[in-house]
């Protein structure tokens, strides 16, 4: 791999032919967990054990056993094979950061990865994509709001820990599907009462959340489309979070939302935008650019929006902004913001 004067990459052959070959390492973890091979590792076993258990070939089972060991997933030691100390974190479901359900949802957008061709020509969603799957297949669409959930638990210390979540405040989570962060803020703080807005699709995920914070009688669930003007009808509120779902909608969307969310806030209110920070490029960090891609692959409108343009409209339509680093680091240069709007 070379970089050049502009700083783009000169790939060899062997770095494209790495590129290509990836899925295959993808499809063997997510294997891995869909088949809860990863809750029988938590020990040292052997691969007659693991053989035995699953009803595999002994033969095959070493394999799968030793390409493992090969991905870092696994450690082997002797004739036994065991999670990694961050298997066991990630891996496993009482591990601290498990993140099994994420890696269930991507498993399940195997056939839609396929039909890149059939999303980049349709307008409409197609077969495989979130408008018409998560509708039709509760395994989908619980691995879906899982891994939502499971992605926002590291972010709700910084939101709940926010000075704008003293006192007494309505507060809209827009989009907000679990409804973790609301939760959070709600437990934290007796004084808050607001409602979690989404698809029909979230409300179970949602309620089961209210009721392990303990927050039922402060918050409640609305089946609401963010993006219509109707929804935002008699509404007023101290706080809106549209977090990580602007990536649903085109450009002329988000200005829309933005608009209608701002008209809801009393003044001094604040809007909180969680998401993927990406260059006015559209291409930077790399990381960004994936991410815009696969939500054009996983929805009829998504893409991933410029964090400076939202900066820009939000400004144009009268919010104060900042914007904070949040999270941590991600591969490719990827990094999350929280963009933080005082309503003027
Ligand atoms: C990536 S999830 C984020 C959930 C939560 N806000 C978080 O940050 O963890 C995006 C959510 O947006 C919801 N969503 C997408 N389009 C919507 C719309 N038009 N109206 C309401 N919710 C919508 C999805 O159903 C999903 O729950």
Redesign the pocket.
Known sequence: MVVNSHNSIDLTASDIISMSDSFQESAILQFANTSGLFELLKEPVTAETISESKGWLLRKTTLLLNVLTSLSLVVKSDDKYCNTPSTNRVLTKDGPGYVGALIEHQRLQWQLWSKIGEVISSEEPIEGQQELK?KKDPHANDAF?QA??Q??KENIASIVALPEMEGEKYIL??????G??LSAIAKYNPHITGQV???A??REAAQHVFADYGVENQIEFRE????KASSYESVKADIA?L???LH??EQETVVQILSQVAGVLRKGGTLLI?TIYMDRDCVTPAAAAGFSFYMMMNTAHGQLHPTPWLVDQMENIGFNVEVRNFGRVGTKGGKYVLIIGQRK
């Not at 989570?173 to 679990?178: E, I, N, Q, R, T």
């Open positions: 998560l709001n939502m959930l992605l926002s989570d827009l989009a907000g599907g679990h973790t962060y807005w989404d698809f699709t979230a609401a489309d963010i993006s979070m977090n990580d779902c649903y909608f969680t």
